[in-house]
C-alpha cells in the first residue's frame, strides 16, 4: 500500500492558551518533515500569538473567519483538505465546544466538518483538566474516537503543578506525524513485529556515560505505522523522549546488554518462534566501559589526563542473523554512514551481508540524526530502492511495504 505519496495537509487549530506559543514549535516540526500546514486561529488565540507568526513558518496565511468577502465556506474547504485536523494547544472552552458539536468559530466548525483523524493537545489549569464537566467532555469526545496528546504532568502557567500542561511540541508533532498516513489499510495483520529503536547508555560512573545521538524517531515510527497497519508490535527502546505510539507494547532499556536480554525474550530465546519480523533501527552502543565505577569518579584522582578502557558490545543483529535457521524472522537493519550518498548501496550490502540480514535502510548521519524527515536506501541482496527525503512516518511506510511484500512472497 501507499497511505501517502503526496505531500499531506495538516489543518492546525490554534485557541487561546498561554501554551499557544509552543504550537508556532509544532509547526515548525511539521514544516520540516514535510507537511503542509494550513493554520487556523480562534479570536483568543490571537492575544497570544500573532497570526503572522503561523503564517510566517507555515507560509500559509492564519486565518480565523468564517465568513469571508469572496463567499465560499472555508470551514469545508479547511475540513475537506486535512488528512489530520489537530488543535494545539486545545483549551477546556474548546474543548466543551467540540464535545457539544458547535461550530460558532472557524476552528470548531472546522473540527465539526472534520473527515480524517482529529487530534487534541490540551492544555488548562490542572483544576480545570480535573472539573467533572472536562472529564466528562474528554470521554466523550475520546469514544468518538478524537485522539489526545498530554496534557502533561508538571508546571502550569500560574507556577501550580499537576496534570494540565500541554505536551512538549516534539510529542504532538510525532503524534500528528503517526496520523498523517490516513486510515492504513491493515496489511500485516497477524504479523508479529518487534522494533528496536533509540540509542544504548553505557555508564561510566553513577554521573556518566556513553550514548549517541539516536532520538527514536525512526523506531517510534516503523512501530506506528506496523501498529496502524494491523500488526501486533513489540517496542524495545532505550533512553528517550517520546510517547508510546497507540496499540505498541513498549519495553524500556538502557544499556546494549539490557537490549539483548529485552530483544531475545520479545523474539523468543529458544528458537525465535515469537516474532515474524525484526527491524533493528537502535543506535547500539558499540562499546561499554570495561569496569564502570559504582562510586563517582574524581578528577583529583584520575589527574589532567585519563583513558577509560572499553570493551565491545555484542553486536545484536549480527547475533540473531547467525542463530536464525530459516528465514522467520525477516531481518531488517540500519546502516548509519558518512559516505557519499552513491556509495550508501554497496555500504548496505556490505552489512547485509556481514550480519546476515535480508533488508538494510542504509542512511547517512548528516540526514538522519534529530531530524523529523530523512533520505535512506533500501536495499536487499537484489534490490535497492533510493527514496526522496521524506517524513520518518513516509519512509516507515515504505519500508514495511517491502516487509509485508517480502513476508507474502516467502509464507
Ligand atoms: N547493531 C546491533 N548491535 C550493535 C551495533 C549495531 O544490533 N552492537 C545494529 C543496528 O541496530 C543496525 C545495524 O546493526 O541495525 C547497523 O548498525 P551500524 O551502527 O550502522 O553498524 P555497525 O555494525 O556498528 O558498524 P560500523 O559502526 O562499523 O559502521
Known amino acids: 500500500m501507499a497511505p501517502f505519496t503526496e505531500r499531506p495537509t495538516v489543518v492546525l487549530a490554534v485557541s487561546g492558551s498561554i501554551a499557544a506559543y509552543k504550537a508556532v514549535m509544532v509547526a515548525r516540526l511539521l514544516v520540516k518533515a514535510g507537511v ?12 497570544f500569538l500573532g497570526p503572522l507568526t503561523l503564517a510566517g513558518i507555515c507560509g500559509e496565511p492564519a486565518a480565523s473567519e468564517m465568513f469571508v468577502a469572496a463567499g465560499g465556506e472555508p470551514h469545508v474547504e479547511l475540513a475537506e483538505s486535512a488528512d489530520v485536523f489537530a488543535v494545539v494547544p486545545a483549551t477546556a472552552d474548546v474543548i466543551a465546544g467540540l464535545a457539544q458539536g458547535r461550530a460558532d468559530d472557524l476552528v470548531r466548525a472546522t473540527a465539526l466538518c472534520a473527515r480524517g483523524p ?4 490540551p492544555a488548562m489549569h490542572p483544576r480545570m483538566w480535573s472539573h467533572p464537566a472536562t472529564r466528562a467532555n474528554v470521554a466523550l469526545l475520546e469514544a468518538r474516537g478524537v ?11 500560574s507556577g501550580d503543578f499537576g496534570i494540565g500542561r500541554m505536551a512538549e511540541p516534539e510529542a504532538i508533532a510525532e503524534a500528528i506525524l503517526a496520523r498523517c498516513g490516513g486510515e492504513a489499510e491493515r496489511d500485516l495483520e497477524g504479523v508479529r513485529m518487534v522494533v528496536t529503536a533509540g540509542p544504548t547508555v553505557e555508564d561510566l560512573d553513577p554521573a556518566r556515560y556513553l550514548s549517541n545521538r539516536s532520538s527514536g524517531k525512526m523506531g517510534f515510527a516503523v512501530a506506528a505505522r506496523a501498529a496502524a497497519r494491523g500488526a501486533e508490535v513489540v517496542l524495545v527502546a532505550g533512553p528517550v523522549a517520546l510517547d508510546t505510539p497507540p496499540g505498541v507494547t513498549r519495553i524500556d532499556v538502557r544499556s546494549a546488554l539490557d537490549m539483548k536480554v529485552a530483544l531475545w525474550e520479545a523474539l523468543g530465546p529458544e528458537d525465535l518462534d515469537r516474532a515474524d519480523v525484526l527491524v533493528m533501527t537502535a543506535a547500539v552502543a558499540d562499546y ?12 583529583q584522582e584520575l589527574g589532567s589526563k585519563t583513558q577509560i578502557s572499553l570493551v565491545a558490545n555484542p553486536d545484536l543483529l549480527a547475533e540473531v542473523g547467525a542463530a536464525r535457521e530459516g528465514d522467520r524472522p525477516l531481518l531488517v537493519g540500519f546502516a548509519l554512514e558518512t559516505v557519499e550518498p552513491d556509495a550508501l548501496v554497496a555500504a548496505g550490502r556490505v ?11 542504509a542512511n547517512r548521519a548528516a540526514d538522519a540524526f534529530d531530524k523529523d524527515d530523512n533520505r535512506v536506501t533500501i536495499v536487499t541482496e537484489d534490490t535497492a530502492e533510493v527514496l526522496d527525503r521524506a517524513p520518518k512516518t513516509v519512509i516507515a511506510d515504505r519500508l514495511l511495504d517491502r516487509v509485508a511484500a517480502m513476508l507474502g512472497a516467502s509464507s
Open 288 to 299: 561499554r566501559a570495561a569496569a564502570p565505577s559504582e562510586a563517582k569518579l574524581k578528577r
Open 351 to 361: 552489512k547485509l551481508e556481514k550480519k546476515g540480514v535480508d533488508v538494510v535502510v
Open 118 to 121: 482529529v487530534l487534541l493537545a
Open 36 to 47: 503542509r500546514v494550513r493554520p487556523i486561529m480562534t479570536e483568543a488565540a490571537k492575544r
Open 147 to 157: 485522539e489526545l496528546v498530554g496534557p502533561d504532568d508538571g508546571e502550569v502557567a
